[in-house]
């Protein structure tokens, strides 16, 4: 069952102030998710989430997360921007980014961030531009298929991220040479995964390898980056992620290969994203149109410029027709955005209660990689983003784009004044 955090008056409410579609994230279940996973690795005495801001790149959730004690991994100049603009600094930023233009390392320099270097080529390219700072980190890729009691996960064996094991060898000593003091291991070798034993599957590799490149380099290892890929099921009858099995998994295998290694200290770091805060975001949108012809559509005023997920991965995100909760599911419907783009459908042949138009379409688990992912194709323009407090009001977080926004990067030039003059 995925029951909405709202209910139909409280959406009717909001819609009056701020007209659909908006994206809505729940506060109350961003605090608890946070409290949760702090609980779950309290065992680890350094322990720390840095929030993957490409997931939900909004200020005013990032002051939620930072109240709870996390801090923030980013991969672009701009996440670097946000982030300092939101009070974090130092230690508290992660920036984990690929194919990294200099601009952004200078950037995470400036902040004191940890930097989490992509590619061995990446310690010569920041050498050279602003020196190796005492506390580095390295991204690990062992290649093949990773692989949990013989499914494959995933393939990282095709993806373009981390180092080789020679490559982190080499490289750790290079680094050590050009002043590295302090290290940290990263890796992300499976994405949205839903199992408890993904994060300690993928802590047993990186506390082995940790263990290597200790005795071997002599290097001090500081952290262990988990990084993202714990997931959610979408689907409303499977079973979610176990936190706090997920924390108990890695507490095992850092008993088991940490401890007896002298390794104790060793802090472990997150990078969650949609974990954090994918549940805990809807996008809301009216049925304005239906159409029958060789199939029975339902058209919403969103479109996948809100929601990139299903045209992008064909994902399945579950709609609720608020109001009509306990209706019967007897109506099979497409219901698609207004682009032209036959994949603007966020759901195909759905069986859903039958839909009028003016019905609110509760779109869920939108809270991550959700209106981050978002465009501007066909014109379309971004939606607000509002967010519900724990006592049921509600504010907006992010205004809803305008024609103006749209015509921005033409303010060289004065074609578009009369659409762009005060705002329109
Ligand atoms: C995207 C990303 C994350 C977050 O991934 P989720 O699947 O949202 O948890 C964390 N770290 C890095 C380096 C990423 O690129």
Redo the contacts with the bound molecule.
């Keep these: 069952m995925k029951t909405p955090f709202i209910t139909k008056e409280k959406a009717e409410e909001i819609i009056k102030q701020y007209p659909t579609p908006f994206h809505i994230y729940d506060e109350k279940g961003i605090r608890q998710r946070a409290r949760d996973l702090y609980k779950a690795f309290s065992w680890n005495k350094g322990f720390k989430e840095y929030f993957?801001v490409?997931?939900t790149p909004n200020p005013f959730i990032l002051k939620i997360l930072k109240e709870e004690g996390c801090g923030v991994?980013c991969?672009s100049l701009t996440e670097l921007m946000m982030s300092d603009c939101c009070g974090f600094s130092g230690s508290d930023i992660m920036f984990?980014s690929n194919v990294t233009p200099k601009a952004d390392f200078l950037k995470a320099r400036e902040l004191g961030a940890y930097i989490n270097l992509d590619d061995f080529t990446h310690i010569d390219y920041l050498d050279d531009l602003c020196g190796i700072p005492e506390t580095i980190c390295c991204r690990f890729n062992p290649g093949g298929h990773f692989e949990i009691e013989t499914q494959i996960m995933d393939n990282p064996g095709e993806a373009k991220y981390g180092f080789t094991r020679e490559q982190l060898f080499e490289g750790f000593k290079v680094l050590q040479q050009k002043g590295a003091k302090h290290f940290g291991l990263h890796a992300?070798l499976a994405?949205?995964t839903v199992s408890n034993a993904y994060y300690p599957k993928l802590a047993r590799i990186l506390f082995e390898l940790a263990v290597e490149l200790h005795e071997k380099t002599g290097a001090d290892i500081k952290f262990v980056n988990l990084?993202?890929?714990?997931?959610i099921a979408y689907e409303p009858d499977k079973p979610q992620n176990d936190i706090f099995a997920i924390g108990e998994g890695v507490r095992k295998a850092f008993e088991d290969i940490m401890v007896p290694a002298g390794l104790g200290d060793v802090a472990i770091f997150t990078?969650?994203?949609?974990?954090m805060l994918a549940p805990f975001g809807h996008l809301v949108a009216t049925c304005t149109h239906h159409k029958h012809t060789y199939k029975e559509y339902v058209g919403l005023d969103a479109c996948a410029c809100n929601l990139m997920r299903p045209a992008m991965y064909g994902s399945y995100h579950h709609i609720t027709v608020l109001g009509k909760e306990n209706a019967p599911c007897d109506h099979k419907y497409d219901v698609t955005g207004g682009l032209c783009e036959n994949n603007d459908k966020f759901a195909i042949d759905r069986m859903l209660p039958e839909i009028d138009t003016g019905d609110i379409i509760v779109i869920h688990d939108t809270g991550?990689?959700g209106f981050s992912m978002g465009y501007n194709y066909n014109g379309k323009l971004r939606s607000a983003e509002i967010l519900l407090h724990e006592d049921g009001s509600f504010d907006m977080i992010r205004r809803a784009e305008t024609p103006a926004d749209y015509f921005a990067t033409f303010d060289f030039t004065d074609i578009f004044d009369k659409y762009t003059k005060n705002n329109k």
Excluded: C, M, Q, T
């Excluded at 990084?227 to 997931?231: E, H």
């Excluded at 990078?271 to 974990?275: D, I, K, N, Q, T």
């Design positions: 993957a490409k997931a991994d991969s984990s992300f994405s949205n990084s993202g890929g714990v997931g990078e969650l994203g949609r974990y991550a990689h």
